[in-house]
Protein backbone atom coordinates (compact mmCIF):
# COMPACT_ATOMS: atom_id res chain seq x y z
CA UNK A 1 0.00 0.00 0.00
CA UNK A 2 2.00 3.62 -0.89
CA UNK A 3 -0.15 6.67 0.01
CA UNK A 4 0.76 9.11 -2.65
CA UNK A 5 2.82 11.95 -0.64
CA UNK A 6 2.23 16.01 -1.27
CA UNK A 7 6.06 15.65 -1.84
CA UNK A 8 5.66 13.55 -4.82
CA UNK A 9 3.73 15.98 -6.92
CA UNK A 10 4.75 18.67 -9.10
CA UNK A 11 2.99 21.55 -7.45
CA UNK A 12 5.32 24.50 -8.57
CA UNK A 13 3.01 27.42 -9.52
CA UNK A 14 -0.35 25.11 -9.68
CA UNK A 15 -3.61 25.60 -7.98
CA UNK A 16 -4.03 23.37 -4.56
CA UNK A 17 -7.39 22.35 -3.19
CA UNK A 18 -6.67 22.04 0.45
CA UNK A 19 -9.15 19.95 2.60
CA UNK A 20 -8.28 20.65 6.38
CA UNK A 21 -9.67 19.72 9.00
CA UNK A 22 -10.36 23.61 11.13
CA UNK A 23 -12.89 21.85 13.30
CA UNK A 24 -12.08 23.52 16.39
CA UNK A 25 -13.59 24.11 19.72
CA UNK A 26 -14.82 27.71 20.70
CA UNK A 27 -16.38 29.28 23.56
CA UNK A 28 -20.25 31.21 23.44
CA UNK A 29 -18.28 34.38 21.61
CA UNK A 30 -16.85 32.65 19.01
CA UNK A 31 -13.34 32.52 20.77
CA UNK A 32 -11.13 29.59 19.62
CA UNK A 33 -10.42 27.58 22.41
CA UNK A 34 -7.84 25.41 20.85
CA UNK A 35 -6.21 26.36 17.87
CA UNK A 36 -4.03 22.28 17.44
CA UNK A 37 -5.91 21.70 14.61
CA UNK A 38 -4.89 24.80 12.87
CA UNK A 39 -1.42 24.74 13.68
CA UNK A 40 -1.21 21.24 12.18
CA UNK A 41 -2.12 21.99 8.76
CA UNK A 42 0.44 24.42 8.54
CA UNK A 43 3.46 22.36 7.30
CA UNK A 44 1.05 21.03 4.45
CA UNK A 45 0.19 25.07 3.72
CA UNK A 46 3.69 26.65 4.07
CA UNK A 47 4.93 23.88 1.72
CA UNK A 48 2.74 25.02 -1.23
CA UNK A 49 3.31 28.36 -0.37
CA UNK A 50 7.23 27.69 -0.98
CA UNK A 51 6.23 26.49 -4.18
CA UNK A 52 4.81 29.20 -5.44
CA UNK A 53 1.17 28.11 -5.67
CA UNK A 54 -2.49 29.45 -5.67
CA UNK A 55 -3.80 28.30 -2.37
CA UNK A 56 -7.80 27.07 -1.45
CA UNK A 57 -8.14 26.00 1.67
CA UNK A 58 -11.83 24.21 2.73
CA UNK A 59 -13.15 22.84 6.14
CA UNK A 60 -16.39 21.96 8.23
CA UNK A 61 -17.27 23.14 11.49
CA UNK A 62 -19.49 21.73 13.66
CA UNK A 63 -22.87 20.33 12.21
CA UNK A 64 -24.89 23.35 11.26
CA UNK A 65 -28.10 22.43 9.04
CA UNK A 66 -28.00 24.74 6.26
CA UNK A 67 -25.90 28.45 6.65
CA UNK A 68 -25.61 29.53 10.15
CA UNK A 69 -23.45 32.16 10.93
CA UNK A 70 -22.19 30.80 14.49
CA UNK A 71 -20.63 27.92 12.17
CA UNK A 72 -18.88 30.68 10.03
CA UNK A 73 -15.01 30.09 9.43
CA UNK A 74 -13.92 34.06 10.19
CA UNK A 75 -12.57 33.15 13.37
CA UNK A 76 -10.17 30.65 11.79
CA UNK A 77 -9.08 32.82 8.70
CA UNK A 78 -8.22 35.45 11.51
CA UNK A 79 -6.16 32.44 13.56
CA UNK A 80 -4.88 31.09 10.12
CA UNK A 81 -3.71 34.96 9.41
CA UNK A 82 -2.00 35.52 12.88
CA UNK A 83 0.02 32.28 12.22
CA UNK A 84 1.07 32.68 8.83
CA UNK A 85 1.11 36.39 8.96
CA UNK A 86 -0.19 36.72 6.04
CA UNK A 87 -4.03 37.68 4.30
CA UNK A 88 -6.48 35.38 4.34
CA UNK A 89 -9.32 35.93 1.72
CA UNK A 90 -12.50 34.79 2.72
CA UNK A 91 -15.11 33.39 0.70
CA UNK A 92 -19.04 34.29 1.51
CA UNK A 93 -19.65 30.93 0.12
CA UNK A 94 -18.95 27.39 -0.68
CA UNK A 95 -18.99 27.16 -4.37
CA UNK A 96 -21.28 30.05 -5.00
CA UNK A 97 -20.26 33.41 -6.83
CA UNK A 98 -18.57 34.90 -4.14
CA UNK A 99 -15.79 31.88 -3.79
CA UNK A 100 -15.18 31.47 -7.56
CA UNK A 101 -14.86 34.92 -7.84
CA UNK A 102 -12.39 35.34 -5.59
CA UNK A 103 -10.86 32.09 -7.09
CA UNK A 104 -10.42 33.67 -10.78
CA UNK A 105 -8.54 36.94 -9.03
CA UNK A 106 -6.27 34.36 -6.85
CA UNK A 107 -2.69 35.15 -7.44
CA UNK A 108 0.57 32.85 -6.80
CA UNK A 109 1.42 32.56 -3.21
CA UNK A 110 -2.15 34.06 -1.94
CA UNK A 111 -4.77 31.97 0.04
CA UNK A 112 -8.32 31.60 -0.05
CA UNK A 113 -10.45 29.87 2.31
CA UNK A 114 -14.09 29.41 1.56
CA UNK A 115 -16.99 28.80 3.83
CA UNK A 116 -18.25 26.38 5.78
CA UNK A 117 -18.60 23.09 4.05
CA UNK A 118 -21.28 21.77 5.54
CA UNK A 119 -23.09 24.77 4.74
CA UNK A 120 -24.36 22.91 1.56
CA UNK A 121 -26.09 19.87 2.32
CA UNK A 122 -23.86 18.09 -0.52
CA UNK A 123 -20.93 17.58 1.44
CA UNK A 124 -21.82 15.15 3.90
CA UNK A 125 -23.87 13.70 1.41
CA UNK A 126 -20.99 12.47 -0.78
CA UNK A 127 -22.31 13.98 -3.70
CA UNK A 128 -20.61 13.88 -6.89
CA UNK A 129 -22.48 17.50 -8.47
CA UNK A 130 -21.00 19.25 -5.35
CA UNK A 131 -17.06 17.29 -4.72
CA UNK A 132 -17.00 18.06 -9.09
CA UNK A 133 -17.91 21.99 -8.17
CA UNK A 134 -14.82 21.58 -5.56
CA UNK A 135 -12.94 19.84 -7.64
CA UNK A 136 -12.66 23.38 -9.98
CA UNK A 137 -10.65 25.32 -7.38
CA UNK A 138 -7.26 23.63 -7.64
CA UNK A 139 -5.26 21.62 -10.02
CA UNK A 140 -4.35 19.51 -7.27
CA UNK A 141 -5.90 17.81 -4.52
CA UNK A 142 -4.41 17.31 -1.08
CA UNK A 143 -6.19 15.79 1.75
CA UNK A 144 -4.51 16.52 5.24
CA UNK A 145 -7.40 16.56 6.92
CA UNK A 146 -7.14 13.13 9.35
CA UNK A 147 -10.10 14.11 11.77
CA UNK A 148 -12.77 13.12 9.08
CA UNK A 149 -10.88 10.89 7.08
CA UNK A 150 -12.86 8.05 8.13
CA UNK A 151 -16.33 9.99 6.61
CA UNK A 152 -17.15 9.25 3.03
CA UNK A 153 -17.89 13.08 2.27
CA UNK A 154 -17.79 15.27 -0.81
CA UNK A 155 -14.82 16.84 -0.20
CA UNK A 156 -12.70 14.00 1.03
CA UNK A 157 -14.20 10.65 -1.07
CA UNK A 158 -15.93 11.96 -4.20
CA UNK A 159 -14.10 14.88 -4.70
CA UNK A 160 -10.90 12.16 -5.44
CA UNK A 161 -12.85 10.87 -8.48
CA UNK A 162 -11.91 14.37 -10.42
CA UNK A 163 -8.07 13.84 -9.89
CA UNK A 164 -5.97 11.38 -11.76
CA UNK A 165 -2.96 9.86 -9.38
CA UNK A 166 -0.81 12.51 -10.25
CA UNK A 167 -3.06 15.07 -9.08
CA UNK A 168 -4.01 14.22 -5.64
CA UNK A 169 -2.02 13.28 -2.11
CA UNK A 170 -1.83 13.03 1.40
CA UNK A 171 -0.17 16.37 3.15
CA UNK A 172 2.03 16.11 5.69
CA UNK A 173 -0.21 16.00 9.00
CA UNK A 174 -2.13 12.85 7.38
CA UNK A 175 0.78 10.55 6.38
CA UNK A 176 1.88 11.27 10.04
CA UNK A 177 -1.13 10.19 11.27
CA UNK A 178 -1.48 6.88 9.37
CA UNK A 179 2.62 6.02 9.67
CA UNK A 180 2.53 6.76 13.67
CA UNK A 181 -0.74 4.43 13.91
CA UNK A 182 0.54 1.81 11.41
CA UNK A 183 4.19 1.63 12.95
CA UNK A 184 2.13 1.57 16.59
CA UNK A 185 -0.05 -1.34 15.64
CA UNK A 186 2.67 -3.26 14.16
CA UNK A 187 5.66 -2.90 15.41
CA UNK A 188 5.63 -1.35 18.92
CA UNK A 189 8.54 -0.98 21.28
CA UNK A 190 7.43 -3.12 24.15
CA UNK A 191 6.07 -3.67 26.91
CA UNK A 192 2.89 -2.28 25.10
CA UNK A 193 -0.21 -1.14 27.25
CA UNK A 194 -3.71 -0.10 25.84
CA UNK A 195 -5.84 2.89 28.44
CA UNK A 196 -9.03 2.45 26.95
CA UNK A 197 -12.33 4.63 28.75
CA UNK A 198 -14.92 6.48 27.24
CA UNK A 199 -18.74 5.78 28.45
CA UNK A 200 -19.77 3.11 26.36
CA UNK A 201 -18.23 -0.21 25.25
CA UNK A 202 -20.04 0.24 21.51
CA UNK A 203 -17.81 2.66 20.42
CA UNK A 204 -14.75 1.00 21.80
CA UNK A 205 -16.15 -3.04 21.38
CA UNK A 206 -14.13 -3.67 18.09
CA UNK A 207 -11.08 -1.32 19.01
CA UNK A 208 -10.67 -3.67 21.93
CA UNK A 209 -11.07 -7.03 20.00
CA UNK A 210 -8.13 -5.47 17.39
CA UNK A 211 -6.10 -4.13 20.05
CA UNK A 212 -5.70 -7.38 22.58
CA UNK A 213 -3.80 -9.70 20.36
CA UNK A 214 -1.34 -6.56 20.07
CA UNK A 215 -0.78 -5.44 23.19
CA UNK A 216 0.69 -6.94 26.81
CA UNK A 217 -1.52 -5.11 29.28
CA UNK A 218 -4.78 -3.23 29.02
CA UNK A 219 -6.68 -0.84 31.37
CA UNK A 220 -9.90 -0.44 31.34
CA UNK A 221 -11.66 2.90 32.70
CA UNK A 222 -14.42 5.33 32.38
CA UNK A 223 -18.41 4.24 32.48
CA UNK A 224 -17.26 1.37 30.05
CA UNK A 225 -15.85 -0.42 33.26
CA UNK A 226 -19.24 -0.61 34.61
CA UNK A 227 -20.39 -3.49 32.20
CA UNK A 228 -17.26 -5.08 32.69
CA UNK A 229 -17.38 -5.21 36.18
CA UNK A 230 -21.70 -6.42 36.27
CA UNK A 231 -20.50 -9.26 33.52
CA UNK A 232 -18.64 -10.40 36.61
CA UNK A 233 -21.18 -10.23 38.79
CA UNK A 234 -21.00 -7.41 40.46
CA UNK A 235 -23.29 -4.86 41.98
CA UNK A 236 -23.03 -0.99 39.63
CA UNK A 237 -25.55 0.31 40.99
CA UNK A 238 -26.90 3.07 38.78
CA UNK A 239 -23.78 3.74 36.50
CA UNK A 240 -23.85 3.14 32.86
CA UNK A 241 -24.02 -0.74 31.90
CA UNK A 242 -24.70 -1.71 28.41
CA UNK A 243 -26.48 -5.26 29.12
CA UNK A 244 -26.83 -6.21 25.48
CA UNK A 245 -22.76 -6.35 25.46
CA UNK A 246 -21.83 -8.18 28.71
CA UNK A 247 -21.20 -11.13 26.79
CA UNK A 248 -18.97 -9.25 24.58
CA UNK A 249 -17.62 -8.18 27.89
CA UNK A 250 -16.78 -11.84 29.01
CA UNK A 251 -15.36 -12.55 25.89
CA UNK A 252 -12.83 -10.19 25.75
CA UNK A 253 -11.86 -11.46 29.22
CA UNK A 254 -11.81 -14.72 28.69
CA UNK A 255 -9.62 -14.11 25.11
CA UNK A 256 -7.53 -11.72 27.44
CA UNK A 257 -6.91 -14.91 29.92
CA UNK A 258 -5.46 -16.89 26.71
CA UNK A 259 -3.51 -14.61 24.60
CA UNK A 260 -1.46 -13.98 28.28
CA UNK A 261 -3.00 -9.92 28.10
CA UNK A 262 -3.28 -9.04 31.42
CA UNK A 263 -6.71 -7.04 31.96
CA UNK A 264 -6.63 -4.24 34.53
CA UNK A 265 -10.53 -3.16 36.15
CA UNK A 266 -10.89 -0.12 38.57
CA UNK A 267 -10.88 -1.41 41.87
CA UNK A 268 -12.93 2.05 43.23
CA UNK A 269 -14.83 4.68 42.56
CA UNK A 270 -16.23 7.99 42.89
CA UNK A 271 -19.49 7.42 43.52
CA UNK A 272 -22.47 9.88 43.36
CA UNK A 273 -26.50 9.90 43.55
CA UNK A 274 -26.87 12.84 40.57
CA UNK A 275 -24.60 14.22 38.28
CA UNK A 276 -24.05 17.74 39.47
CA UNK A 277 -21.32 20.18 41.01
CA UNK A 278 -22.68 20.15 44.28
CA UNK A 279 -23.68 16.33 44.79
CA UNK A 280 -22.51 14.63 47.59
CA UNK A 281 -19.87 12.23 46.62
CA UNK A 282 -18.29 8.92 48.68
CA UNK A 283 -15.21 7.00 47.54
CA UNK A 284 -15.78 2.92 48.03
CA UNK A 285 -14.20 -0.27 46.09
CA UNK A 286 -16.01 -2.16 43.18
CA UNK A 287 -17.50 -4.42 45.96
CA UNK A 288 -19.80 -1.11 47.79
CA UNK A 289 -21.04 0.42 45.29
CA UNK A 290 -24.66 1.31 46.64
CA UNK A 291 -27.76 0.86 45.19
CA UNK A 292 -29.06 4.50 43.02
CA UNK A 293 -25.38 5.42 43.19
CA UNK A 294 -23.55 5.21 39.62
CA UNK A 295 -20.15 5.53 39.49
CA UNK A 296 -18.63 8.59 38.01
CA UNK A 297 -14.77 8.38 38.18
CA UNK A 298 -11.53 5.94 39.48
CA UNK A 299 -10.75 5.76 42.63
CA UNK A 300 -7.16 6.67 44.23
CA UNK A 301 -6.41 3.07 44.62
CA UNK A 302 -7.17 2.46 41.07
CA UNK A 303 -5.27 5.51 39.90
CA UNK A 304 -2.07 3.82 42.11
CA UNK A 305 -3.10 -0.04 40.38
CA UNK A 306 -2.98 1.46 36.75
CA UNK A 307 0.42 3.88 37.41
CA UNK A 308 1.96 0.31 39.10
CA UNK A 309 0.58 -1.51 35.56
CA UNK A 310 2.10 1.45 33.68
CA UNK A 311 5.79 1.48 35.63
CA UNK A 312 6.99 -0.26 32.92
CA UNK A 313 5.30 0.65 29.74
CA UNK A 314 7.41 1.55 26.97
CA UNK A 315 4.98 2.61 24.51
CA UNK A 316 0.94 3.60 25.74
CA UNK A 317 -1.88 4.20 23.73
CA UNK A 318 -4.62 6.14 25.77
CA UNK A 319 -7.95 6.88 23.82
CA UNK A 320 -11.12 7.44 26.74
CA UNK A 321 -11.08 9.64 29.87
CA UNK A 322 -11.58 7.77 32.95
CA UNK A 323 -14.42 9.52 34.18
CA UNK A 324 -16.62 12.47 33.87
CA UNK A 325 -13.56 14.81 33.07
CA UNK A 326 -15.45 17.96 32.65
CA UNK A 327 -17.18 18.15 35.62
CA UNK A 328 -13.79 19.28 38.36
CA UNK A 329 -15.37 17.29 41.13
CA UNK A 330 -15.24 13.79 38.79
CA UNK A 331 -11.72 14.71 36.76
CA UNK A 332 -9.25 13.71 39.64
CA UNK A 333 -8.69 10.03 38.60
CA UNK A 334 -8.31 11.33 34.77
CA UNK A 335 -6.31 13.97 35.11
CA UNK A 336 -3.47 12.20 37.70
CA UNK A 337 -3.53 9.32 34.84
CA UNK A 338 -2.71 12.16 32.42
CA UNK A 339 -0.04 13.55 34.52
CA UNK A 340 1.54 10.24 35.00
CA UNK A 341 1.22 9.54 31.56
CA UNK A 342 3.01 13.00 30.61
CA UNK A 343 5.84 11.75 33.00
CA UNK A 344 6.73 7.88 31.76
CA UNK A 345 9.84 7.98 29.20
CA UNK A 346 7.20 5.94 26.80
CA UNK A 347 6.07 6.72 23.48
CA UNK A 348 2.67 8.32 24.56
CA UNK A 349 -0.10 8.37 21.83
CA UNK A 350 -3.03 10.13 22.72
CA UNK A 351 -6.10 9.06 20.53
CA UNK A 352 -7.60 12.16 19.38
CA UNK A 353 -11.02 13.62 20.63
CA UNK A 354 -11.63 13.63 24.38
CA UNK A 355 -8.77 12.68 25.58
CA UNK A 356 -6.78 15.12 23.93
CA UNK A 357 -8.87 17.77 24.97
CA UNK A 358 -8.45 16.49 28.58
CA UNK A 359 -4.27 15.95 28.32
CA UNK A 360 -4.61 19.60 27.22
CA UNK A 361 -6.89 20.65 30.33
CA UNK A 362 -4.51 18.77 32.35
CA UNK A 363 -1.72 20.79 31.43
CA UNK A 364 -0.24 17.48 29.84
CA UNK A 365 -0.49 18.17 26.04
CA UNK A 366 3.36 18.92 25.43
CA UNK A 367 4.79 16.01 26.93
CA UNK A 368 3.03 13.45 24.72
CA UNK A 369 5.01 11.90 22.06
CA UNK A 370 2.20 12.10 20.15
CA UNK A 371 -1.43 13.60 20.27
CA UNK A 372 -4.19 12.71 17.45
CA UNK A 373 -6.19 15.34 15.62
CA UNK A 374 -9.12 12.89 14.83
CA UNK A 375 -10.80 10.52 17.70
CA UNK A 376 -12.94 8.88 15.15
CA UNK A 377 -10.25 8.23 13.14
CA UNK A 378 -7.51 7.36 15.01
CA UNK A 379 -10.30 5.02 16.57
CA UNK A 380 -11.11 3.51 13.27
CA UNK A 381 -7.45 3.11 12.50
CA UNK A 382 -7.28 1.20 15.78
CA UNK A 383 -9.79 -1.06 14.90
CA UNK A 384 -7.71 -1.69 11.48
CA UNK A 385 -10.15 -0.09 8.96
CA UNK A 386 -9.01 1.46 5.77
CA UNK A 387 -10.28 5.03 6.15
CA UNK A 388 -12.58 6.46 2.72
CA UNK A 389 -10.80 9.53 2.71
CA UNK A 390 -6.92 7.31 2.91
CA UNK A 391 -8.40 4.57 0.43
CA UNK A 392 -8.92 7.34 -2.07
CA UNK A 393 -5.29 8.34 -2.16
CA UNK A 394 -3.73 4.44 -2.42
CA UNK A 395 -1.52 4.39 -5.34
CA UNK A 396 -2.09 1.08 -7.22
CA UNK A 397 1.03 0.48 -8.56
CA UNK A 398 3.12 1.98 -5.47
CA UNK A 399 5.18 -0.28 -3.22
Known amino acids: ?199 KVSSKLKALINLLPKVDKMLIGGGMAFTFLKALGEEVGNSIVEDDLIQDALNIIDEAKKLGVKL ?28 GWMGLDIGPATVRLFREALNDAQTILWNGPMGVYEMDKFARGSFQLSHFIAQSYATKVIGGGDTADLVQRAGDDEEMTFISTGGGASLELIEGKTLPGVAALIVENGD
Not at 152 to 170: L, M, N, P, R, W
Not at 268 to 287: A, L, M, N
Open 264 to 291: YLPVDFVVSQTFSEDTPIKYVTYKEIPK
Open 1 to 199: MHIKSIKELELSGSSVFIRCDFNVPMDEFGNITDDRRIRSALQTIRYCLDHDCKIVLASHLGRPKGYDEKYSLKPVAKRLHTLLKQDIIMAKDVIGEDAKKKYENLKNGEILLLENLRFEKGETKNDPEFAKELSKFGEFYINDAFGVSHRAHASVEAITHYYDQDHKGAGFLLLKEIQFFHHLLKRPTRPFVAVVGGS
